[in-house]
């Protein structure tokens, strides 16, 4: 099985603009992206897509492909679609790793395409990892996934999923009567995705759902065009980075591991 990896780095982020080009601990925040999809076993390519010259120069810089797309194409995900179909090489699996994910685990990456490559009828892959508080659970800012027969995904959704209720009372917020151990209940969506090149291509010709559209979640347009999405578990966290104030956050993990001092 031969799997491309796609790193959609654009450079005109309302809330962070140049955001792949932001140093995190010293290095371009895609340099880490694009090390870790480099180390992750199963993977074959690995192309950054951009609109913008800057990123082109330092992914050269750092020994990375890299390619220029359309910068009037709507999402990330559509940049990786023309990346595939850009190169002329064939691929089996395409993923597409979010530029602004530089604590992706290259663990994490080998598991998605390892559900790929054990289920061959999966249309699209992903992953999640567990929380560590339920004051996380709350935070919009973190998806969550409920998964259900061969840990293919229900649903995502910013808000905490699956609701707990009590016998006795009845209000959104679960954490006064949430017991220690039903935080395994809940799971953490990451930030990367796999699929077939088919199912890539029929999915950005999709219009927009309400769904998606209500929770600002690209995934939501595949479940509700019956496009079934399987989870791959993981230990390990990865922190998006959406704003200059992230970063600290992103260096701790990065230095929890050893990699960055």
Known sequence: MRTLAVLPSRFASTRFPGKPLAKIAGRPMVQWVWEAARAAEGVDRVVVATDDEGIWKAVHEFGGEVVITDPSLPSGTDRV??????????????????????????????????????????????????FSTADEVFNPNAVKVVTGEGARALYFSRSPIPYLRSSTQFQLDFRPWMKPAQLAAF??????????????????RLPPHPLEQLESLEQLRALAAGIAIGVADTPHL???????????????????RGKAV
Do not use: W
């Open 187 to 204: 799971r953490r969506h990451l930030g990367l995705y796999a699929y077939r090149p088919e199912v890539l291509r029929a999915f950005t």
């Open 81 to 130: 679609a023309a990346v595939v179909d850009m190169l002329e090489e064939p691929f089996d699996v395409v993923l597409n790793i979010q530029g602004d994910e530089p604590a992706m685990h290259p663990e994490t990456i080998a598991a998605v395409v390892k559900l790929m490559r054990d289920q061959p009828d999966l249309p699209m892959g992903t992953a999640a990892c567990p």
């Open 238 to 256: 990865s922190l998006g980075v959406d704003l200059p104030g992230d970063v600290k956050a992103v260096e701790a993990l990065l230095r929890e």
